[in-house]
């Protein structure tokens, strides 16, 4: 391997592994300072997106998974403000988290930092419209988040382990006057929302419903309310479906940018 | 609406523009920044209040985009997915040039989020060279690089510090973000003449200067944290630089955290302002 190489390979041990590794020909004094501060700079751009998973958890809890996701999926992006989201992808997937509304939480906190910065909805679709089929489209900020414990209840002044919902909450995001909003929403609209951010037609997605769960009421899919006023036409599909309630949902959901794909797993896939 | 970009000349002293400072710079009826620095990373593809502050800051100022993450001389491939993006927004927001620094930010494949020193080699020299040429080319604009803060010497160094940013300059055919409290820290930090360092630099391909303030950790241990004012010894340092210049390069004054009042960023810009031009008065 050519010494620039290896250097890289030996420096990332030092910066990420659990136990540093070594450096050949670095001193000491380097090897503690570069150690901290990647990690001073990493774990600060998750732990300030997550002060509730910090009050609920405990700080020194907290630490060490952000250091584990370090040493096991160290980040890939550029933008700073995308470090929790990536700590929550990496945290979704594991299934030995101290609580099993760890994994919730943070995603949830971290959703909100994602939601503040999306796009912002430059496009001039026209209103969809059930009768038709048009394609699907979605607000940039449009995230959904889907959980065994209602996570997006909890506050800084009500930290504690909320119980297990009854059933999976399927929890709608999106930006609205700088602030996050979110809305419970039912599967099947979540399901819908997947369609449309695979590039699918609205008929696309009433016939994927369909072939699910038998033919979709498709003027219902248009009652509810909920809808941020300024993309009303674009949040009527995420209105209520108010048919089943499947017992075998999975579910995957590509960003806006198509670009990251975030997967859920609730009971139903236990 | 889009707003307009101001396309007056980056000259004078300038302010980076962090989310800290952005109410304060943006609502004061009068700056005493005469441009102002964004990096990139933190503004690409995002909406919202960062996508709005951006459009006010482009309107009311001249932009010089400074880069985080360019991992100039790292070993991944050229992402040109990022670079796309980058130009893209570089157009958008009017910027004169793109700066990053002349270290690693990307450890194969992750990204730090923070400046970790090179060694002084020929190999990272070439390395180095090949990725500015290629980025200047890709963005069309001037591309400098900025000599790093340095808390360890990397193994295997084949010249100085100074001769390897020289080095990488000249081979690339870039240009010098000269970072007066870098050279300061890393002067305390190695134990040299920092005063020898600017002296042995390609000073005409200065396109930038930053200066900062820094923590001291320890007697022998100075952090480049741009969280402090400029100490004196940097003031001095920078009379030195400006004396040396063939020329007068922008002045940025780098501010990342424990922000003050704009008032006292203001003082700092006008003492800087000062020195450069009791400088050119005495040449």
Not at chain 1, 9 to 28: I, K, Q, W, Y
Not at chain 1, 107 to 123: G, I, Y
């Amino acid at each position: 391997m050519p010494p620039l190489e290896q250097l890289e390979t030996n420096l990332r041990g030092l910066v990420f592994d659990r136990e540093p590794a070594p450096v050949p020909g670095l001193d000491e004094r380097g090897r503690r300072a570069y150690r901290r501060q990647v990690r001073r700079s990493l774990m600060s751009g998750v732990r300030l997106a997550i002060p509730i998973a910090r009050r609920v958890l405990g700080e020194d809890a907290v630490n060490d998974w952000i250091e584990r996701w370090l040493a096991e999926r160290p980040p890939t992006t550029r933008a700073y403000w995308r470090l929790p989201l990536q700590f929550a992808e990496w945290l979704s997937a594991r299934d030995d988290t101290p609580h099993p509304a760890f994994g919730e939480l943070v995603h949830w906190e971290s959703l909100e930092v994602d939601v503040l910065n999306a796009p912002d909805d430059a496009s001039e679709h026209p209103a969809p419209d059930p009768t038709e089929d048009r394609r699907l489209v979605l607000h940039p900020s449009a995230r959904l988040g889907i959980y065994n414990h209602p996570v997006h209840k909890m506050t800084l002044d009500d930290a504690i382990w909320p119980e297990r919902a009854p059933a999976p909450i399927f929890v709608l995001a999106w930006r609205k006057d700088d602030g996050l909003r979110w809305m419970e929403t039912h599967p099947q609209t979540a399901q819908l929302l997947a369609r449309a951010e695979g590039g699918g037609t609205l008929g696309a997605g009433f016939a994927f419903l369909d072939t699910l769960y038998g033919t979709v009421d498709r003027a219902g899919a248009f009652r509810g309310a909920g809808a941020p006023s300024r993309s009303r036409r674009d949040f009527r599909l995420f209105a209520a479906l108010t048919r089943f309630f499947p017992q075998d949902f999975s579910f995957s959901f590509r960003s806006h940018d198509r670009r990251r794909l975030y997967t859920f797993r609730g009971p139903c896939l236990e | 609406m889009n707003p307009s970009v101001n396309t007056k000349k980056v000259e004078g002293f300038g302010l980076g523009f962090r989310f800290g400072l952005a109410d304060q710079m943006l609502g004061a009826e009068r700056s005493a920044a005469d441009f102002v620095e964004i990096a990139p990373e933190n503004y690409i593809g995002v909406g919202g209040r960062r996508a709005r502050l951006i459009d006010a800051v482009r309107e009311r100022w001249p932009i010089v985009s400074h880069g985080l993450c360019g991992d100039f001389a790292g070993g991944m491939p050229f992402d040109l997915d990022y670079m796309r993006d980058l130009r893209t927004f570089l157009k958008r927001i009017g910027a004169q040039w793109y700066s990053d620094h002349l270290c690693f930010t990307n450890l194969r494949g992750a990204e730090m989020h923070e400046l970790v020193a090179l060694p002084f080699t020929d190999e990272a020299v070439k390395r180095a060279a090949a990725r500015i040429r290629d980025v200047q080319d890709f963005l069309g604009m001037p591309v400098a690089v900025e000599n790093v803060s340095a808390y360890g010497e990397m193994p295997g160094a084949e010249m100085t510090e100074a001769d390897f940013v020289a080095e990488v300059v000249r081979e690339s055919g870039g240009h010098l973000l000269l970072d007066v409290n870098n050279v300061y820290v890393n002067s305390v930090n190695f134990k040299f003449d920092p005063r020898a360092y600017i002296d042995r630099l390609p000073l005409d391909r200065v396109l930038e200067v930053h200066v900062a303030g820094y923590f001291q950790e320890a007697p022998d241990l100075l952090l480049d944290t741009h969280a402090m004012p400029i100490s004196d010894p940097v003031y001095d340092l920078f009379a030195y630089a400006m004396a040396k210049l063939p020329h007068r390069p922008p002045v940025l004054l780098e501010r990342d955290g424990n922000f003050p009042p704009l008032a006292e960023l203001e003082s700092e810009l006008a003492r800087l302002d000062n020195i450069a031009e009791k400088v050119h008065a005495a040449a």
